[in-house]
């Protein structure tokens, strides 16, 4: 099997079974993954373009794609990723864009200090959205636009595409002279694969991923991309308590106890993400 990004035909076959296929739900028929010898990167054999919506994917994976379900389930996921983000970067008087943005809670977050915001995603946020940002509800209204951005956010999207790198090349395309783009990353070899390895990627491994991403691929793509790295870090979006209760379990975590102080969980956090075995890395990239 051709690897999408490097084109090489030498992948390994590590997994060949069901598949998480929704809230709770999994396909009757077993799955391939493959992963590639020269540039590490793991896809779905047959990979899919329909759960690229996202108008289909959340009601799919998170149970419901409304407005709603955005800012209860979604919200305070993104207010995370934002933070850790603001403490790299200026936003201040910036033209940003965010691809996925949903409902808009960063945007709407980061439109008081910026020059202009705008978000691409499915047709149903449009009516929301548009109330305070600009909003493009498919690539190529993206595309044909002429307006370039300071910032391009994709914080969860990635992994999702069909064509990873002509995604990628779309973005880099709506970049002004200097400007940076950022994504958050899913990290395939994050602890929890490394503790648990099957039970984990049990759960992990699902029919709306067409692509999972280590360090060695990620870096792979964007160089391939002519993009430069700025920035490079580990993101770890849970904290040690929900690790050893995953670990425990061995089975998606629902609540847990608060175990271990803060001081405790921070610095075993902090060596997870200088490590990079966090559940999902951080990429700040500038055209070369």
């Not at 009516?127 to 993206?142: G, Q």
């Not at 990290?187 to 991923?209: E, T």
């Not at 993101?235 to 106890?257: F, G, P, T």
């Not at 993400?273 to 559940?279: L, N």
């Amino acid at each position: 099997m051709t690897c999408p990004i490097c084109q090489n035909e030498n992948s390994f076959l590590i997994w060949n079974d069901k598949l998480r296929s929704g809230k709770n739900k999994w396909t009757k028929n077993r799955n391939k993954i493959l992963q590639c010898k020269k540039c590490d990167l793991v896809f779905l054999d047959k990979r899919k373009k329909f759960l690229q919506d996202n108008k289909i994917f959340r009601k799919k994976f998170d149970g419901a794609n409304s407005i709603d379900k955005y800012f209860t389930f979604n919200r305070p996921r993104e207010k995370f990723k934002l933070e850790k983000i603001l403490k790299h970067i200026n936003f201040n008087n910036k033209k940003i864009l965010e691809s996925g943005c949903g409902a808009a809670t960063n945007l709407d977050y980061l439109k008081k200090n910026s020059k202009l915001t705008a978000g691409l995603d499915s047709q149903i946020y449009k009516a929301y959205v548009e109330r305070k940002h600009l909003f493009y509800s498919n690539m190529n209204e993206l595309v044909k636009d002429k307006i370039k951005f300071d910032i391009i956010l994709s914080l969860g999207e990635i992994e999702h595409k069909y064509d990873v790198v002509n995604f990628v090349k779309k973005l880099k395309s709506k970049l002004s002279k200097n400007g940076i783009l950022i994504f958050r990353i899913p990290n395939f070899n994050n602890i929890y694969k490394y503790l648990i390895d099957y039970d984990f990627l049990k759960y992990d491994f699902r029919i709306s991923h067409n692509f999972y991403f280590n360090e060695k691929s990620a870096d792979f793509l964007f160089k391939k991309l002519r993009l430069k790295i700025t920035h490079k870090s580990g993101l770890q979006e849970y904290d040690l308590n929900h690790l050893i209760k995953y670990v425990k379990s061995r089975k998606r975590v629902k609540s847990y106890e608060k175990i271990f102080k803060n001081e405790i969980n921070n610095k075993v956090i902090s060596s997870i993400e200088k490590y990079k075995i966090s559940t999902s890395l951080l990429y700040i990239l500038k055209k070369k």
